[in-house]
């Protein structure tokens, strides 16, 4: 099986996709519809949606997709959190491959096939692809260029390459169940980076993560500032609790972000002299400089109410996840107890809606 081939049904894995959900009433329709609507045979893989104690009609449209299609199972996620979604889904699935779907995402029609095909033509333990950001008006597009531009998200290779190679972490992933057997499921104790977590106890035990551009999935991104603050200062906060008990996640490009927010005091008190404004006002001139030729490039084929909305939109990003990095710092100074203990094993028993 090599990857692009079709799946037939006589050799097709049996793929549980699992998705954990909460609130998602404006995305979860049209993401159940790229799942259901796979080139994948379709007696070949089932649906299991962990909602999390939904208050909107998220639930509501679940139950009725799961009654015109039987391959959609509904259950309950009392822990809310992502992770313990994911965990009580897989734990209630039955498929020797398990593939990750997100509530306010879309696959392409070929996801699974080319995912299975790729996952077992590479003898990777985990396979994913693009995550392709898309917006609304002119601050989401804005956001969703910053999010995949190298400037905007360093390392996250998995935004914008376009080359297959291996990996850290990719972008949900399709994962061997095997992986899960090997190594537990995913640790609760490390939102929002449970599944960088995960995939680092995969390749320590020899396992591939591995990413190919050819598997493409839409990704509706936040649509305001201080949404996508609260995001990336989530994503610093979480890299630092993850670095508690695993200090290999940390890459020397995780430390850009926080070296520029501990910059901005030493650069407050600078202004206080003539010659240390100047350096100052020359630092906040180059990094200004690199925003601005970072949001040309990223939005080259945006307009230019999307394209001036870019910059500030890098600023939120290096700004909240530093703050968060450093929030993580300063839990771990004080010895903050973050969970922990050894991840869930299969298997874990679901609560049925």
């Given at each position: ?14 793929v ?22 796979q ?15 939904s208050?909107?009609r ?8 799961a ?10 996620n ?15 699935s ?20 080319k ?5 077992f ?13 898309v917006g609304?008006?002119a ?8 999010m995949?531009s190298?400037?905007g ?8 390459s376009?080359?297959?190679e291996e ?5 949900l992933?399709?994962f ?22 995960l ?6 035990t ?16 936040r ?12 994503y ?29 005091p ?6 206080l002299?003539g010659r240390?404004?100047r ?7 180059v ?7 970072a ?6 084929d ?7 909305r870019?910059?500030?939109a890098?600023?939120?990003?290096h700004?909240?996840w ?32």
């Amino acid at each position: 099986m090599s990857p692009g081939t079709r799946i037939e049904a006589s050799d097709a894995p049996f793929v549980s996709v699992v998705l954990p959900v909460l609130d998602e009433e404006r995305h979860i329709g049209a993401c159940l519809r790229s799942v259901l609507e796979q080139d994948y045979p379709r007696d070949r893989y089932e649906v299991i949606v962990a909602d999390g104690g939904s208050t909107d009609r998220t639930r509501d449209i679940i139950s009725a997709i799961a009654a015109g299609d039987s391959r959609v199972r509904l259950i309950a996620n009392p822990g809310r959190l992502q992770a313990a979604g994911l965990n009580l889904a897989i734990a209630a699935s039955r498929g020797d491959v398990i593939a990750r779907q997100d509530g306010h995402a879309e696959w392409a029609p070929d996801h699974l096939s080319k995912s299975v095909a790729l996952l077992f033509s590479s003898g990777a333990d985990n396979v994913g692809g693009r995550q392709d950001a898309v917006g609304d008006g002119a601050s989401g597009r804005a956001i969703a260029c910053a999010m995949t531009s190298p400037f905007g998200v360093g390392g996250a290779r998995f935004r914008y390459s376009e080359r297959e190679e291996e990996m850290a972490t990719v972008f949900l992933g399709t994962f061997r169940r095997s992986a899960f057997e090997r190594v537990g499921l995913f640790d609760e104790a490390y939102p929002p980076h449970e599944d960088y977590e995960l995939n680092e106890r995969i390749r320590a035990t020899g396992g591939r993560i591995l990413f190919s551009p050819d598997i493409r999935t839409t990704y509706h991104v936040r649509s305001g500032r201080q949404s996508l603050g609260r995001q990336y200062f989530r994503y610093g906060r979480g890299k630092v609790r993850v670095a508690r008990s695993n200090p290999r996640v940390i890459r020397p490009y995780h430390l850009v972000a926080p070296a520029f927010v501990a910059g901005l005091p030493v650069a407050a008190a600078m202004i206080l002299t003539g010659r240390g404004r100047r350096l100052a006002l020359a630092g906040a001139a180059v990094y200004g400089g690199a925003c601005v030729i970072a949001a040309q490039l990223s939005g080259r084929d945006e307009r230019l109410v999307v394209r001036a909305r870019i910059p500030a939109a890098f600023v939120v990003m290096h700004a909240a996840w530093g703050a968060g990095f450093w929030a993580g710092v300063m839990e771990a100074a004080r010895g903050t107890e973050t969970g922990g203990g050894a991840p869930p094993e299969l298997p874990v028993q679901p609560t049925t809606v």
